[in-house]
T-cell receptor, first 112, second 112 residues
């Protein structure tokens, strides 16, 4: 069945370094991908999205890369800050109504 | 711009009881989705409402039902509560089509 999986459950990064969070997806019909950040006690917060006709998209300090050949998605965070500490989810939407499928998440810990 | 608000924030119910959770969507958004998030897991899609009708459903039994009102607010109803229904219930609003979901901070339901 369709699934969104993450390679690492926990990622520890020194403050100021760049972070890379990886994600594999299995539904080749997915045409829209989203990264969310979830802080403790809060709902997921939209970070950045990318459509399947693109392979890279940049935001403020964040970049999402999409490799459709190997069904791989990554989130790069530049100059990681303590406020970036959270659980990050990649999510995919196979189109039509928005049955967005989430992975289990990667916890990012920023070391001061 | 008012974000997604959910009520109540916390709720304790007994097995077999019924519960209603409420959600006000972000202004301008006409689609509402509900997700269940177990501890340490990613959100799981329950269903989506558009124009007051359910237009997509995940792998949840019929005792999970919902409503969307003309002002786009929504309710999630769960009958015959089971212990495994204990989770964070998230509401998300969006515009129709592939667009980012905007989440509320959820309702934490505990079933004893």
């Amino acid at each position: 069945g369709e699934s969104v999986g993450l390679h690492l459950p926990t990622l520890s990064v020194q403050e100021g370094d760049n972070s890379i969070i990886n994600c594999a997806y299995s539904n080749s019909a997915s045409d829209y991908f989203i990264w969310y950040k979830q802080e403790s006690g809060k709902g997921p917060q939209f970070i950045i999205d990318i459509r399947s006709n693109m392979d890279k998209r940049q935001g403020q300090r964040v970049t999402v890369l999409l490799n459709k050949t190997v069904k791989h998605l990554s989130l790069q965070i530049a100059a990681t800050q303590p406020g970036d500490s959270a659980v990050y989810f990649c999510a995919e939407n196979p189109g039509g109504y928005q049955k967005v499928t989430f992975g289990t998440g990667t916890k990012l810990q920023v070391i001061p | 711009e008012t974000g997604v608000t959910q009520s109540p924030t916390h709720l304790i119910k007994t097995r077999g009881q019924q519960v209603t959770l409420r959600c006000s969507s972000q202004s301008g958004h006409n689609t509402v989705s509900w997700y269940q998030q177990a501890l340490g897991q990613g959100p799981q899609f329950i269903f989506q409402y558009y124009r007051e009708e359910e237009n997509g459903r995940g792998n949840f039994p019929p005792r999970f039902s919902g409503l969307q009102f003309p002002n786009y607010s929504s309710e999630l109803n769960v009958n015959a509560l089971e212990l495994d229904d204990s989770a964070l219930y998230l509401c998300a609003s969006s515009l129709e089509g592939a667009s980012p979901l905007h989440f509320g901070n959820g309702t934490r339901l505990t079933v004893t």
